[in-house]
């Protein structure tokens, strides 16, 4: 059975720094895409940030410059760190893994004063 646990999230003020990571069981995610998307109430989830199998990187114009996507496949864990943070950056944030479309539970992620 897959389980992705998510952590990190927490409030922080504007200018601020996070670090997500996602501990992955029950799979081996070196060959997958790994991901992170947000979402807030109402809107559709956004994809913020993916690795590719391939090892390429990809982000969201949003985020370019602050975000970086990491992850380390001897630890099944991929992290998401975030810095100079803003108040739109707030949401809930999730891992994925595709294919097979695995998700986390989620982490909430407050930017505010």
């Known amino acids: 059975q897959v389980q992705l646990v998510e952590s990190g999230g927490g409030l922080v003020q504007p200018g601020g720094s996070l670090r997500l990571s996602c501990a992955a069981s029950?799979?081996?995610?070196?060959?997958?895409?790994t991901n992170w998307y947000r979402q807030v109430p109402g809107k559709q989830r956004e994809l913020v940030a993916q690795i590719r199998g391939g090892g390429n990187t990809n982000y969201a114009d949003s985020v370019k410059g602050r975000f970086t996507i990491s992850r380390d496949n001897a630890k099944n864990t991929m992290y998401l760190q975030m810095n100079m943070l803003k108040p739109e950056d707030t949401a809930v944030y999730y891992c994925?893994?595709?294919?097979?479309?695995?998700w986390g539970q989620g982490t909430q992620v407050t930017v505010s004063s």
């Open positions: 029950g799979i081996s995610f070196s060959i997958y895409d």
């Open positions: 994925n893994i595709y294919p097979g479309d695995y």
